[in-house]
């Protein structure tokens, strides 16, 4: 199967009512943010995800991981 490749989207996740109820997707994709993670956290490579979902570009999930670290490793400002 090929793999997706198009331009980065901006935001790189959308939330929307109208898409799988709300639930955050990758942008202009109808695959849910949380299904890349759960192949993650069950020992799946990204390969597989990829070919799980091949709408999702590689560049994208990388993006989305990114954007994951950076918010969860981020300090926290002292109060």
């Known amino acids: 199967m090929q793999q997706a490749d198009y331009p ?10 109208d898409w799988l109820g709300g639930e955050p997707c990758f942008t202009g994709r109808r695959v849910p943010v949380k299904a890349l993670f759960d192949y993650l956290k069950s020992d799946h490579s990204l390969d597989e995800f990829l070919e799980a979902y091949p709408s999702v570009s590689r560049a994208h999930a990388i993006a989305v991981i990114d954007l994951a670290t950076q918010t969860v490793t981020r300090p926290v400002a002292a109060e």
């Open 8 to 17: 980065l989207p901006d935001p790189l996740i959308t939330v929307s009512p």
